[in-house]
């Protein structure tokens, strides 16, 4: 899966067991179970992602799924977003350790950062909020006919029945259910891709996006 990064990889894995831990980003039980719960879960992503895209990874963490695709795919510049100083800190080290060039880090909450973040092809996600509040955080991130994939569980389809009408309010036009993963991890991985039409995030979200834009300010965190 990882070609010729394996030992950066390996490196990663053993950055999440080590100081992950440590630091208290990754429970200790999740330890022998790294690689094939979200190492490759994660990497196998790359399956649906568009040659050479603009990828934003909303609530990174400790860099999941957003790590393990660069690693898999050069040809992508990644955003790693995140709000917390102590995640982004671990971030940034790991982006540094495995000379991800194509990787940056922004510390932000989705909503806060939008009008000063470029629009994105590809905004991604793992276990950051059910998907009619994650919709709300990151389709306005993404450029027109751009997609969010979010990595679920077996909620998936119920979750999409629930947030109908909040996609459509965000200028949603697709949306459908994907496993990807074949003869990488069992089960599959399931992921969720919402596509938007030419006004991601609906109007309301293109006039703040404007706005700030404009005066270029956003709410900060202190
Ligand atoms: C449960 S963790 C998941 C981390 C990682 N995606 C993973 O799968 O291991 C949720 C992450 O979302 C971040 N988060 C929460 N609200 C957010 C927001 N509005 N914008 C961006 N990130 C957010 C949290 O700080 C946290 O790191």
């Given at each position: 899966m ?11 894995a053993e950055l ?11 429970g200790p039980?999740?330890v022998?179970?790294?690689?094939e719960?979200?190492?490759l879960n994660?990497?196998?992503l ?8 603009t990828?934003c990874?909303?609530?990174?963490g ?5 790590i393990?695709l ?9 955003t790693?977003l ?14 540094e350790?495995?000379?991800?060039d194509h ?10 950062v939008l ?10 996600a ?6 009619d509040?994650l ?15 979010a990595?679920k569980g077996d909620t998936?389809e119920?979750?999409i ?7 459509s ?9 994907l496993?990807?993963g ?7 991985s399931?992921v ?17 996006r ?13």
């Amino acid at each position: 899966m990882f070609g010729e990064l394996f030992p950066e990889a390996v490196r990663y894995a053993e950055l999440l067991a080590d100081a992950g831990v440590k630091r208290g980003l990754i429970g200790p039980r999740e330890v022998p179970r790294l690689w094939e719960r979200h190492l490759l879960n994660c990497a196998v992503l790359s399956e649906v992602v568009p040659e050479g895209v603009t990828v934003c990874d909303v609530g990174s963490g400790a860099g999941l799924p957003g790590i393990p695709l660069a690693l898999v795919r050069p040809d992508l510049k990644i955003t790693l977003l995140e709000p917390l100083l102590r995640r982004t800190n671990f971030l940034q080290e790991v982006v540094e350790l495995l000379g991800l060039d194509h990787v940056t880090v922004v510390r932000g909450r989705a909503e806060e950062v939008l009008g000063t973040l470029q629009p994105v092809q590809v905004v991604t996600a793992r276990a950051v909020a059910p998907l009619d509040r994650l919709a709300g955080w990151g389709v306005p991130l993404l450029k027109p006919y751009g997609e969010m994939l979010a990595l679920k569980g077996d909620t998936a389809e119920e979750e999409i029945a629930g947030a109908r009408a909040a996609l459509s309010k965000l200028g949603v036009v697709e949306t459908e259910v994907l496993h990807v993963g074949e003869g990488v991890v069992d089960p599959l991985s399931t992921v969720v891709r919402v596509v938007v039409g030419e006004s991601p995030g609906g109007v309301r979200f293109a006039a703040k996006r404007a706005k700030a834009a404009r005066t270029g300010r956003t709410r900060r965190r202190r």
